[in-house]
Every structure is written in C-alpha cells, then in structure tokens.
C-alpha cells in the first residue's frame, strides 16, 4: 500500500496516465464537493445534489483506477501504508507547511494547516486502533511489524545491538507519545487552577472576616465579599490573560528569529548544533555527524534548535483564553466558600467559624488534589495551603479588630 506519489520516471507510460488519472478526479471529486457546500449555503439544493452526484461519478471512477494500478491490498497493508502515511504528515509535511506560512506571515494557511495536523495524529491513532484489533496471525504481524520498523544502522562491534520493534510496541508508543504532551500541558494549567482557587479563598476569607469583625453587618459582609468575588475574578483572568498572551507573543517571536537566522546564518546556525551536542556528551566528529544529519530536514533543523538552545516546544503553547478562563472560573468559585455561610447565618461566631471552617477545609482539599496531580506527598501540599490560608484568616480577623480601634471608630 503506497502512502506517497511514485517517481513518474520508474512508471511505464500506461501507469504514468493511471496515476495523472487518480489525481485529476481526486482533485475534481474535492473541487465539487466545496461547489456543492457552497451551494447548499447559498440556499440552492437541487444544484448541490448534481455537484454531489457528479463527485461521487469522480470518486468511482478514482477507485478503479487505483485498483488498476495495484495501490489496494488487503486491510491489514491498507492500514499499514496508512499508518505510515498519516505519521509522515503531522511529524513532517505539516510542520513543514506551517513553518513556511509562518515565514510568508500566511495566517490563515498557519491556522489551516494546524487544525489539518491535529486531526492527521486522531487518524494515525484510530487507524494503529483498528490495526491492533485485527487479530493477524504471527506471519502477517510479523510482515506488518517489518515494513513498519525503524530503520536503524548496522552496530559496530562496540556497539550493543538495537532493539527489536514489535508491532504491539510501535502501536502503543504512537498512542502514548500523542498524548502525553496534552497531558502534560494540562499539568501546566494547575498552576491557572490552583493560584485561583488558593487566592479566592485566601483573600475572600480574610476580606469577610475582617469585616465581619470591624462592622458586623450581614449585608456589608455579603456586598463586599460578592464585590471582591466578581472583581478578583475579572483581575485573574485578565492577568492571566494578559501574562499568557505575552508569554506567546514572546515564544513567537524567538521562533521568528531562529527561523530568519536559519535563513541568513545557516552555518553559525549548524555550528551552534554542533556545540549543543558536544555539550551532552557526544564527541565532535559524532556530534557533526548527528547535526548534518539533522540539518537536511529544515523542520526538524528547527525545532531541535529551538527545543535545545532555547528551551522551547514548537507545537505546544500556551492559550491566553483558556488559561484566562480557567484562572476566572476557579477563583470565583472558590471565592464562593467562605461567603456561603453568611448567606444562612447572621454574623457572629457561628457564621465566622463556618466561614473559616469551610475555607481551611476547601484549602487542605485543594493541596491533597495538587499532591496527587504532581505526585508529591498530598498530606503536605495540603498542609502547606492550609497554614497559609489559616495564616491570612488570623491576619484579616486581627484587622478587622484592630483598625477601628486604631482610626477611633
């Protein structure tokens, strides 16, 4: 199963047309179905069902021939060509895309090209699904396993032999190495997660009982705990909003600039390679080597570049609205906690200890999640966040005490 086009000059002329003749109704088949989406936009369904009729003619017709030319085989090398066709697109032709639309400042074609590399890592993953699923007898796998495999070089007599890679084991690996970056990435949110659900209660418990205790009012506690609640929110999300967005513009930039001095400077560019290797143990004819060798993949020039020298990831950033979001939503949330007890209860020292209570509860809850989440000892990260919050609830109570005696009120 072929996952790229044949060099024409190795194809006899009758397979040469088949191949011109796959092209042209995959292209057609495409073009009228983009002319049938826009009719049926447009509000004119009997033409978008001949667009749509006509493509499905083109489609036909683009199936025999691949049969013709030999390119359908049996499902398990279908899925295999597939597979190695779909890992070739998201780990090097669309990053190729994207770099150069990033270099020509076309946006758009960025954007598109993104979205289309998310999805071709779904497809290699459901498609390593339904291969693993088929059951193939230990001939056939052991086929699959071998146009599947890494090439790796022949082993010095120094050297260890490399490693046997089983079917099973590629499988998995590409499942796990899709998801473990958005894995991690999510791990990164905690921070979002826990500076505001720490910090809305932190700062509404101190807020509620130092005017709980300066004036005593059920109505004062709730307008100004709600007020700070609503305001803390707004304040988060736009500094989180505002730190990620420039955390952004910032990675952004550093890949604009290592990308245009690729292109100005390509030989200091390979020489700063060189030295990165040198730097984790290779020697220097190995870590020449290793660089011209990477040095012929632009792409892969770039982002060993970029991940090495300054420490960044080019396809995973942050998202200033989700991290925004995130920030906002757990601050007034927790924010909620300690107001909710004066909501049933007038103020005295049953509404204040309620509200105390609940807080350093929800603080200790918020440090056991933290612990597992990053696997550290839970009872301490939530010990830790509970002195601080119990901290700031005795400050704000002092406060509150103190300040009216102090102005004279």
């Known amino acids: 199963m072929r996952d790229t086009l044949p060099d024409p000059a190795q194809l006899s002329a009758t397979d040469r047309n088949l191949w011109q003749a796959i092209v042209s109704e995959a292209v057609a088949h495409l073009t009228y179905a983009a002319y049938a989406r826009q009719a049926r936009a447009e509000g004119l369904p009997e033409v978008a069902a001949v667009f749509e009729r006509i493509a499905n003619a083109e489609t036909e017709h683009g199936i025999s021939y691949l049969q013709v030319a030999g390119e359908v085989g049996d499902t398990a090398e279908n899925l295999t060509g597939v597979i190695a066709g779909e890992t070739r697109e998201y780990t090097r032709t669309y990053p190729r895309m994207i770099s150069e639309a990033m270099a020509e400042g076309r946006a758009d074609a960025r954007a598109a090209f993104t979205r289309a590399m998310a999805q071709e890592k779904e497809h290699q993953i459901a498609f390593s699904d339904a291969l693993a699923r088929l059951g193939l007898p230990a001939s056939d796998g052991a086929h699959i396993a071998a146009t599947l495999a890494l090439a790796a070089p022949v082993p010095s007599a120094a050297e260890p032999p490399a490693l046997p890679l089983d079917l099973e084991t590629y499988i998995d690996a ?16 905690l921070r979002e997660v826990v500076f505001g659900a720490q910090d809305g ?25 709600l007020s700070a609640a609503a305001a803390g929110m707004i304040s988060m999300a736009a500094g989180a909003y505002l730190g990620s967005r420039a955390e952004q513009d910032v990675r952004e930039a550093a890949i604009a600039r290592e990308m245009r001095e690729l292109e100005e400077k390509p030989a200091e560019e390979l020489a700063e390679l060189v030295i990165l290797f040198q730097r984790e143990g290779q020697t220097f004819d190995a870590a020449v080597h290793l660089a011209n060798d990477i040095a012929r993949h632009k792409t892969l020039w770039l982002n060993t570049l970029l991940e090495k020298k300054l420490g960044i ?69 939530g010990l830790e966040i509970l002195g601080i919050g119990a901290a700031s609830a005795a400050l704000g109570y002092a406060l509150g005490e103190l300040l009216p005696r102090l102005l004279g009120f």
């Open 313 to 381: 990831s080019p396809d995973f950033g942050g998202n200033p609205l989700q991290d925004a979001l995130v920030m906002g939503v757990s601050f007034v949330l927790s924010a909620i906690v300690p107001i909710a007890p004066y909501l049933a209860l007038d103020v005295g020292p049953a509404a204040v200890g309620w509200s105390v209570g609940l807080s350093l509860a929800g603080l200790f809850g918020l440090g056991l999640v933290k612990g597992r989440l990053v696997r550290k000892s839970p009872l301490w990260q």
């Open 201 to 225: 209660i932190i700062s509404t418990v101190a807020l509620t009982t130092s005017i709980a205790a300066a004036v005593g009012t059920t109505s004062t506690v709730l307008v100004a705990g």
């Open 174 to 189: 590409a499942r796990a190495l899709d998801k473990e970056p958005f894995h991690v990435a999510n791990l990164g949110r």
